[in-house]
């Protein structure tokens, strides 16, 4: 039971374009919401969050929107740039300890 | 200085072996986490220590057994390696309280042979 879904595997992008990304999830108990990078051969590194009493927040070129009643959020990149290419997870969580509860992933590709 | 470190970056074995996995972080941070990425990418948690102390336990079997020695480290200990053992077994770490990053080490691919 796959509690948060990212359904586009992969996206493709050109340079200076937008990039947004899209996530859904399940349980309407989770209130805390992220974004992370992941580089091939490394570990995730954090890139934004939100909680749920705001429905956008921003940080640069990144932005994250929340819209709670359609339990759905997105990740903005404007401009987007070739060191942007990565895969981005969605992740969630609820209650008192920081359990991440991951997406499985989009494969963002920005060409020049 | 790596904030997250994990040892080894690979490990191939033999079904049936034991081995372990370390990590050691350097932030100062309280809780330390062991994650799972599956060969769909589905990236999962498996185990949380704050203060040495086991607070997430997921439907993990109990060949899998983490050892907090120090606030500092987390180790992962797997006995009897089964095949779909073969993942990339991430840690991270956080100061612990709900809001706060979470910093991954680099990964530790495992392939079960």
């Known amino acids: 039971d796959q509690q948060v879904k990212q359904n586009s595997p992969s996206l493709s992008v050109q340079e200076g374009r937008i990039s947004i990304l899209n996530c859904d999830y399940t349980n309407s108990m989770f209130d805390y919401f992220l974004w992370y990078k992941k580089y091939p051969a490394e570990g995730p590194t954090f890139l934004i969050s939100?909680?749920?009493?705001?429905d956008k927040n921003e940080d640069g070129r990144f932005t994250v929107f929340l819209n709670k009643s359609a339990k759905h959020l997105s990740l903005h990149i404007v401009p987007s740039q070739p060191g942007d290419s990565a895969v981005y997870f969605c992740a969630a969580s609820s209650g008192g300890f920081q359990k991440l509860v991951f997406g499985t992933g989009t494969r963002l590709l920005v060409s020049p | 200085d790596t904030a997250v470190s994990q040892t080894p970056k690979y490990l191939v074995t033999q079904m049936g072996n034991d081995k372990s996995i370390k990590c050691e972080q350097n932030?100062?941070?309280?809780?330390m986490y062991w994650y799972k990425q599956d060969s769909k990418k589905f990236l999962k948690i498996m185990f949380s220590y704050n203060n040495k102390e086991l607070i997430i336990n997921e439907t993990v079997p109990n060949r899998f057994s983490p050892k907090s020695p120090d606030k500092a480290h987390l180790n992962l200990h797997i006995n009897s390696l089964e095949l779909g053992d073969s993942a990339v077994y991430f840690c991270?770490?956080?100061?612990?309280?709900?809001?706060?990053?979470?910093?991954f080490g680099p990964g530790t691919r495992l392939t079960v042979l």
């Open positions: 939100i909680s749920s009493i705001k």
């Open positions: 932030l100062g941070h309280d809780t």
């Open positions: 991270a770490s956080s100061q612990g309280s709900r809001t706060d990053t979470q910093y």
